[in-house]
């Protein structure tokens, strides 16, 4: 019996998981009556469920399977990891080969300024380092008053109090009195939902002014950082309009804050290109990253440390009163260097860029045609559709906003697609391996679920 099979019946599962288990992200109650979904195996973009059904995994697993599923050479090397060191710590300047080896790879990988990572154990842990860090480097500076972090409402930095706080999640702000005190938001450059009658660029301009107004309204004295992500993802893969990033980069030159590229999905090939920083040409001084640093192997992540903010530390810090049980533990190091490597050797970036990246949007941009769609957008390998009411109004949302695309999710379940819906947007994320088999398999079922979708609507 090949080891996936599964030896239980589907109700038993669901119940032992009802009985036990609290989810993220997740109604518990509804859990509780509809049962969760069980997937027992994994391998390239597909993944079974315990009843054997087969899905293309549209979304990389949480946008972090770059190199698919089931890689032996990663399992290989953590393997080889664990039966000679299983762990250490790098507190108290220890540390061990593998963790030596990833900083170095990804002090080669990632943008000049960077030549320093923190390791931790998740992005959400990175971006409670990014806080702390901005906060610790200002103080190192003399220039302690700048507490404040901007970010962006709707922007995702994980699930911990900073991450949290960070993000501009407002269901997420409500519970747990959140943000914590030093935070402010400004507006998304999200123009599809939220640019009226400015056209994309007038748009774009105006929403990175937005940061602009937001420095000078609390005082530019106090101002740390400004963090957000190159192309927001949980938010509904909000891709900004040209014109945003370089106002953005003029802001955060002309006040001194640092700039926090948050490169959690971005990351790694996400926009073809090692990092979304280098897509739209912006300099971050500091940038979590996780996800596709390991394609979700183990758990790890790490804040990329830029020369500047890494020389006050070596300059004029003490001892960084912060660190993980798990930063840059041995095993997950040695599954991101497998990652890393098999990302090199299979050029899967350079393969976003111009083979599998432009060929998926291509395909994806069309499907704008549906009469369920308002926008098909894509960057790389991450994309999302808009589903409205009425094309002739294209930019008008359902009401109430989310049923829609809730219904749609289900559907794409039902047909073989693993999608995720924000809002009323449907949006995919799949790994960076997809074949042109696969991604047209991906947009048949895309195209599937929009009819289903409109039809159960009629
Ligand atoms: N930052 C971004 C941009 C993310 O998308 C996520 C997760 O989706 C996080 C941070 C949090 O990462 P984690 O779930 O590993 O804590």
Redesign the pocket.
């Known amino acids: 019996m090949p080891a996936h099979s599964n030896l239980y019946p589907t109700k038993d599962l669901q119940a032992r998981d009802a009985a036990h288990h609290i989810h993220p992200f997740t109604d518990t109650g509804a859990l509780s009556r509809e049962g969760s979904r069980i997937i027992t195996h994994a391998e390239g973009v597909w993944l079974t469920d315990s009843d054997g059904n087969r899905y293309l995994d549209g979304m990389a697993g949480?946008?972090c399977s770059q190199v698919g599923h089931g890689r032996k050479e990663i399992v290989e090397a953590v393997h080889a990891q664990m039966s000679e060191l299983d762990y250490y710590n790098t507190f108290f300047k220890t540390t061990h080969p593998p963790a030596i080896e990833l900083a170095e790879k990804l002090a080669e990988l990632t943008p000049p300024q960077f030549n320093r990572v923190f390791f931790v154990g998740?992005?959400?842990e990175a971006?409670d380092t990014v806080f702390r860090m901005v906060r610790t480097y200002w103080d190192l500076m003399g220039e302690g008053e700048r507490k404040v972090i901007i970010g962006r409402w709707n922007g995702?930095?994980?699930?911990t109090l900073a991450?949290t706080s960070l993000g501009g999640m407002k269901a997420m702000h409500s519970q747990g009195d959140l943000p914590v005190p030093g935070v402010h938001h400004i507006a998304q450059p999200y123009w599809f939902g939220e640019g009226g009658d400015m056209s994309p660029d007038e748009f774009g301009l105006w929403a990175a002014r937005e940061l602009e107004r937001a420095i000078e309204e609390i005082g530019p004295e106090k101002v740390g950082a400004f963090i957000a992500?190159p192309v927001q993802?949980?938010g509904g893969v909000i891709i900004p309009p040209d014109t945003y990033w370089p106002e953005i980069s003029r802001i955060v030159k002309k006040y001194n804050i640092l700039l926090v590229a948050?490169e959690?999905?971005c990351g790694f090939g996400r926009l073809g290109t090692w990092f979304g920083s280098e897509y739209y040409g912006i300099e971050p001084d500091l940038m979590?990253i996780?996800?596709g640093l390991s394609s979700g192997y183990l758990p790890i992540?790490g804040v990329m440390v830029s020369d500047r903010v890494a020389n006050a530390f070596i300059e004029r810090g003490g001892e960084f009163f912060h660190g993980y049980t798990y930063s840059g533990h041995p095993a997950c190091c040695a599954a991101a260097i497998a990652n890393l490597e098999i990302m090199q050797r299979e050029k899967l970036v350079e393969r976003v860029a111009s083979d599998i990246g432009p060929y998926l949007q291509a395909k994806w941009k069309a499907l704008a045609e549906h009469p369920l769609v308002g926008e098909a957008r894509m960057v790389g390998l991450v994309g999302a559709l808009e589903l409205v009411p009425a094309k002739g109004d294209r930019r008008k949302a359902f009401a109430p906003v989310g049923e829609v695309g809730t219904l749609c999710r289900d559907i794409s379940f039902n047909n073989g697609l693993v999608m995720r819906a924000v809002r009323d947007s449907m949006i995919i994320s799949p790994p960076l391996v997809l074949s042109h088999d696969e991604a047209d398999i991906l947009v048949e079922r895309t195209q599937k679920t929009l009819d289903d979708t409109y039809q159960a609507l009629k």
């Open positions: 949480l946008w998740s992005g959400s971006n995702y930095h994980g699930s991450g992500e993802g949980a948050d959690v999905i979590p996780a996800k992540g």
